[in-house]
Structures are given as C-alpha cells and as structure tokens.
C-alpha cells in the first residue's frame, strides 16, 4: 500500500472513531486536500475546508462558500458548538508549536469538537504544541513514492500521447519515477510538462535531465558542488569495475518492494584505492554517465569549522542535502585526507566521522558514493566495516590492452591520428609503467608542439621519442607502488580484472 492509500486509510478511520483533532504532517496542501476530499465522498460526508485564498467551503458540495474574513476559529468553534459529528479541516494554520493566543483558541476548539463528537484536521508541517497533541492523533503524509510517481508520470504520458510525440516506454517511465524521487505532485507535473512544452514531447534524452533539476530545488552548502559530466565521455580500461557497475546498476534503480522481498539493499558505495592518475576520479563520472544521474563532489575538508558545533552542523546539512537530492552519485576525492583529522584525539574530528559513517551505514537514500584514496595507511579501520562500501577495488598501471586503447582514444582525440596495429603494440610496450595520466601528457605534449609548428611529423617514431623522454610512475614511485600492490592484492578487487607485472 502507497503512502497516500496508508495515510487516506489512517485519517478515514480516526474520522469515522471520532477524534478530536487529527494532524495531517505535509506541505503537500493540495495532495491532503484530494485526500480528504476522496474521504468525503466514501463516507458521503461533508468536509469544511479552509484556506486564507478561498476562506470556507465544502469538500463534497462544489460552490458553496462562507467568507470568514480571514479568521476561521470563530466560525469553526460555531460549527462545533450547534453541530454534532461534524468535521472541519484548516489548510491554513498560524504556528502551531508554541503557546500562543492562536493555539489556545484552537485547544478550545478542539474541546467544543470532543463535545459534540466533531473531528478537527489540521494540515501543516510544523510542530504542534504539546499541550494541543494530546488531544489528537498525528498522520504523515510523505511525498510520493516510487509506485505513486510511476503512476503520476504514466497517467502524464497517456494524456499527452495524441498531441506531442513521446518515445518513453514502461522501463523509461520507471527510470523517472526513480529519478524524480524527493519531488512533490506539483513539482513532477511541472518538471513533466516544463520539458514537454521545450522538447514538443519527451524524448528518452531527456531522461538525463531529470535528475538535473533537483539541485535546483534544495539550498546549496558549501562542501558540495555539482560537476558536469560530458555526453561522450570515455573511460579506458578498468573493465571488472565496468561490469560490476553494468550489474548493480539495475538493483540500484531496482523498485523498493522488489529488493524488500528478498531483503536486499541498493548498492551503497565504492572505494576506489591505487595508483594516482590511473582513472580513480574519472571513474565517478563514469558512474554517473553509465547510470545517468546527477554527480556532486563532496569536499569533506570544508565542514571542519573552528567554532563549537558548526562542523556537525555543516556535516549534517550536507549529508540531508545529499539524501534530498538522491538518487544522485556523491565523489569524495582523497577521502583519507579529508578523514585524517579523526586522528590524535581530536573530539570534533571524531565526531564528524561518526556522523559520516552512520550515513553512510543507514541512510535509505539511494546515493551513490565513489571515494577514491591514495594513501591506504591514512584511512580509519571503521571505514571497511561491512555495509558501508560495497566493494573495494584496486586501480593497478595499465596493463598492454589497456595501453593500447587509451592510445587509441587519446592519439584520436588530440593527434587526430591512430597508429596502425603494429605501431600500437610496439607502443604499448614502450610505454609499460606508465600511467594513464603519464600516456596523456606524452600524447599531449606531441599535440602542443603540432599546434605551435603544424609542420611537426605525427608518427609511432615521434610519439616514442616523447615517451623515451618521459619517467614514467613506476620509476619515480617505486617504492609506494609496491606497497599499493602489496596491500590491494589479498584486500580489493582488480579494478582491470587481470594484472601486469612492471619492470621497475
């Protein structure tokens, strides 16, 4: 059963017992009011109904209206003191959480209702003075969820199919639902019908927009920054990362009730360890590319403030700021530096990190995190607890294959110019031990020297001469690359599947 078909059920029966006051947590007023109304007509009862904009008026009789001026507690004490049974909802309401003039007036009303076997509804998101919550019962009316969503956007589709040319299908509306997850009623039909009118119909390209919208509707912090992610981005290599991301791609957009019924989670996170400049931070855009969501990094060193309680607090309003605009893939570079602080008995430290692992541990949210770490040593031991990373990969040097196609791509894309095969294999042995960001800035010096004198030869030769020129990783770094090697063997994954031994 839906949220809404819980919440409707809830409210029906506390309305047919008879309580007092029943308080509907939402700042969905619209979607409560459909819900009451839909009450009304089961119970075929009426429901008064007040709103500052159109003062009273019935719930299941269209066009009948009381103007109040603006005040309704006089009148709905009215209803209460010469009608028995009757039920009167307030969509408007002042503050509600404090002792006041305004909720004495409604503990009063909320007496003349208990009298006459009346029942009291108010619709607000804010707290109610305790005093009041005695007397009531409290019902949360969440945003939609994903069953809810689907059925909006598939009702959506079916009224505009005639007139405007749609080419979802039931996996695209599916992969909406999810996406559009965190929005209300009114902001999933606005979304709908903003790109239906600048597309002249929803084309499956603007499936990878959805999700851009969401940054919109939250308030920024300042340790999280949204990244572009370009449309034709390629990643060499790193083909057991690719597939294990092709698998858990589809439970992670998975429906809840599919994943509940074998007690199944979403795939939570990835620790990405090894080698720097071998695809670590490029493999978050990949995620986010792949799985066509929204990518945001995460700069954990930012929250840690000078002053008592502003770093839970910058910490805190980051991790909700993540989990409202899910489903989204979090980055969070080097984490070990940004986690280091933890140590030599810092509490706040301590205590940040706490913050950050219980998240990572029990949010539902569906974020997905990529962390990347270099320095293995520096990461606290509670961060490979079970639960929160759901693998650990390794990020080893390029193997031969993998040299050969980040060759490929970059002597493509800056040379405008790929190597015959046999140019291609006697370069990818010349340049075994280097990484892939070492490949790059030779193939790119090449490309500098071409634009500065257009006569410059391009050929396997000259690309050699550059790499011969160049100390590759695995000379400068020996001694950290072994011990990267050391510890990555028995504890993660392969990110490439298979590995090369270098000559160093």
């Known amino acids: 059963m839906s949220n809404y078909e819980h919440t409707r059920e809830e409210v029906k029966n506390y309305i047919i017992a008879r309580v007092p006051l029943v308080v509907i947590d939402t700042s969905e007023r619209a979607r409560a009011e459909k819900l009451l109304r839909s009450i009304a007509a089961e119970l075929s009862i009426d429901i008064s109904y007040y709103t500052d904009a159109k003062q009273v008026r019935s719930l299941s009789k269209p066009g009948v209206s009381v103007n109040v001026d603006r005040d309704p507690l006089p009148y709905v004490a009215g209803e209460f003191s010469h009608k028995r049974r009757a039920t009167f909802a307030l969509g408007d309401c002042r503050k509600t959480g404090e002792d006041s003039y305004y909720t004495r007036e409604l503990l009063n009303t909320v007496y003349l209702a208990k009298e006459s076997l009346g029942t009291l509804i108010l619709i607000t998101p804010d707290s109610i003075w305790p005093r009041l919550a005695r007397f009531g019962m409290l019902v949360r009316l969440d945003l939609p969820d994903l069953q809810e969503r689907k059925q ?58 959805l999700a851009n919208q969401k940054s919109r509707l939250y308030a920024a912090v300042p340790s999280i920054h949204p990244v572009q992610v370009s449309e034709d981005l390629t990643v060499s290599g790193l083909r057991r990362l690719k597939e294990w991301l092709e698998d858990k791609r589809k439970i992670f957009f998975a429906p809840e009730e599919t994943l509940r019924a074998r007690d199944l989670e979403p795939p939570r996170a990835i620790l990405l360890l090894g080698v720097p400049g071998c695809g670590k931070s490029l493999s978050a855009k990949m995620v986010a590319s792949v799985w066509r969501l929204p990518l945001f990094r995460f700069d954990l060193g930012t929250v840690y403030d000078k002053y008592v309680g502003e770093s839970e607090k910058k910490m805190n309003d980051a991790l909700q700021f993540l989990d409202n605009v899910s489903p989204c893939v979090v980055w969070v570079d080097e984490i070990e530096k940004a986690l280091s602080v933890s140590d030599g008995g810092n509490d706040v430290g301590r205590r940040v990190l706490g913050q950050f692992l219980f998240w990572m541990q029990e949010s539902r949210s569906r974020v997905f995190l990529v962390a990347t770490a270099n320095d293995i040593a520096s990461l606290p031991p509670e961060l490979f607890r079970k639960g929160r990373f759901s693998e650990l990969f390794f990020v080893d040097l390029p193997n031969r294959s993998e040299r050969r196609e980040v060759l490929c791509q970059y002597c493509g894309k800056a040379l405008h110019w790929i190597p015959e095969p046999r140019e291609l294999d006697e370069l990818a042995g010349i340049c075994e031990g280097f990484s892939y960001a070492d490949i790059e800035y030779a193939v790119k010096g090449l490309a500098e020297r071409l634009l500065l004198d257009p006569d410059t030869r391009v050929d396997a030769d000259t690309l050699a001469e550059c790499f011969d020129k160049q100390i590759p990783y695995s000379k400068t770094n020996a001694e950290t690359l072994r011990a990267l090697r050391a510890w990555g063997a028995d504890r993660a994954i392969h990110a490439s599947g298979s590995q090369e031994v270098h000559s160093t």
């Open 152 to 209: 909006q956007i598939a009702a959506f589709v079916k009224d505009h199919k005639s007139r405007f040319r749609i080419e979802w299908t039931e996996p695209d509306i599916e992969y909406a639902a999810a996406v559009l997850s965190g929005f209300s009623e009114v902001q999933v039909n606005n979304i709908l019908s903003s790109t239906l009118v600048e597309h002249e119909g929803l084309q499956r390209r603007d499936l990878s927009n």
